[in-house]
C-alpha cells in the first residue's frame, strides 16, 4: 500500500478501496474558508478528495478564535484561503488544493466552480449563496448547502437547476449581527461532508432535494422535503 493509502487506511472497509480511489480522483469546490469551510476542508482531505479549490477574500481576525480552524493567534491577520492551504499541505500533501483569495459573486461564480464535481456552500450571504447556486444549476453539479447560528444548523443537498436554495432564502433577509457557538460548524459540517461523500460515490444522498434542519440544545431535529 502507498504511502498515500496508508494515511487513509483507517477510512476502509467504511469505504471500499475501489471508493477510495474514486474519491481521490475527484475534486470539490468550497465557497468561504471560515467555520464551515475550515471544518468541511478538514473532513474532506482526511477522507481521501484529490483535489480541492477554496475562495474566501477574507482575513482572520480574534472574533473568528471562537469557531473557526484555522484562527489562532498565529493567523490573525492572515488570508483564510492561503491558511487553509498551508494547513492542507501538512495533512494532505499529495492532495491538490487551489488556494483563492477572491470575492465570490454572480460576475465569477460560474468561472469558481468549472471542473468541480460538486460545490460546498460556506457562506454567510444570502445573495452570494444564490449567486452559488445559480453557477451550479449553470455547471449541472450539486451544491451541498450548510449555515449556522447560535445552536442551530442546516443543511441540504441542493439538485442542479432545483432552485432549491431560493426557495429556502425566498422570505429571508441578511442577518444583523451574529452567534456561533464552537461545535455548531463542526457539526455542520460533518453532516455535509457525509452526503458530499455520498453523492461523489454514487450511494443514496439521504438529503437530496431535502433539508435538515437540527437544534444542538434541545437536539431536535426534522427533515424537509422541498
Not at 1 to 19: F, H, T, V, W
Not at 38 to 52: C, K, N
Not at 65 to 87: P, V, W, Y
Amino acid at each position: 500500500m502507498s504511502l498515500e493509502y496508508e494515511r487513509l487506511s483507517r477510512n476502509m472497509p467504511a469505504i471500499s478501496q475501489a471508493e477510495q480511489r474514486m474519491l481521490l480522483g475527484r475534486k470539490i469546490f468550497i465557497a468561504g474558508c471560515g467555520g464551515l469551510g475550515g471544518w468541511i476542508a478538514e473532513y474532506m482531505a482526511r477522507l481521501g478528495i484529490g483535489g480541492i479549490t477554496a475562495a474566501d477574500p477574507d482575513a482572520f481576525d480574534v472574533s473568528n478564535m471562537n469557531r473557526q480552524l484555522g484562527a489562532d493567534t498565529s493567523s490573525l491577520g492572515e488570508s483564510k484561503a492561503i491558511t487553509l492551504k498551508k494547513r492542507m499541505a501538512l495533512i494532505a500533501p499529495d492532495m491538490r488544493f487551489n488556494a483563492l483569495t477572491v470575492r465570490l459573486g454572480s460576475e465569477n461564480a460560474a468561472e469558481l466552480i468549472r471542473g468541480s464535481d460538486l460545490a460546498f456552500d460556506a457562506l454567510d450571504s444570502i445573495q452570494a449563496r444564490l449567486a452559488l447556486e445559480n453557477a451550479c444549476a449553470a455547471e449541472g453539479i450539486a451544491l451541498v448547502h450548510g449555515a449556522v447560528r447560535g445552536w442551530s444548523m442546516q443543511a441540504a443537498v441542493v439538485p442542479p437547476g432545483s432552485g432549491m436554495l431560493s426557495r429556502i432564502y425566498a422570505n429571508a433577509s441578511e442577518p444583523e449581527g451574529s452567534t456561533v457557538l464552537p461545535f455548531t460548524p463542526a457539526c455542520c459540517a460533518a453532516v455535509q461532508c457525509a452526503q458530499a461523500s455520498s453523492l461523489l460515490l454514487g450511494r443514496p444522498c439521504e438529503l437530496f432535494g431535502k433539508l435538515l434542519t437540527a437544534d444542538l440544545l434541545t437536539m431536535q431535529q426534522q427533515i424537509i422535503e422541498l
